[in-house]
């Protein structure tokens, strides 16, 4: 089993450079498509808790759907997570995850640094 994880979107340059990262490095790795294969509320809690971050730091405040549901106020983490679960879209990407701890790819060196 890999011990890295790599929740992607295809759709993303910066997910697609962090992919080309690992498999460059030949490293063994598993993809989750995210989008598709939507975490729980237990993954992403855990995920948060690897990142060291709260829920509102991972949401991606870009999003048409974050202003609309008005999450720029919200201050409950489990609203939060359900959000996200409802819509992963929100979720912030690429999250690298190796040996219980994770890293947004972004910018990339987060990734090489995790790789150390």
């Excluded at 890295?4 to 990262?21: M, P, V, Y």
């Amino acid at each position: 089993m890999a011990n890295i994880k790599i929740w992607h979107n295809s759709r993303c340059s910066k997910s697609r450079n962090a992919l080309q990262l690992l498999e460059e490095k030949n490293l063994d790795f598993e993809v989750k498509e995210y989008l598709k294969q939507i975490p729980s509320k237990e993954e992403l809690k855990s995920v948060l808790s690897q990142l060291g971050i709260s829920a509102k730091e991972l949401l991606r405040t870009g999003e048409d759907i974050y202003k609309q549901l008005n999450l720029k106020s919200e201050t409950n983490e489990d609203k939060i997570i359900d959000a996200m679960i409802e819509n992963p879209k929100l979720i912030e990407r690429p999250i690298i995850i190796k040996n219980g701890k994770a890293v947004i790819a972004r910018p990339i060196e987060n990734l090489e640094e995790l790789l150390k």
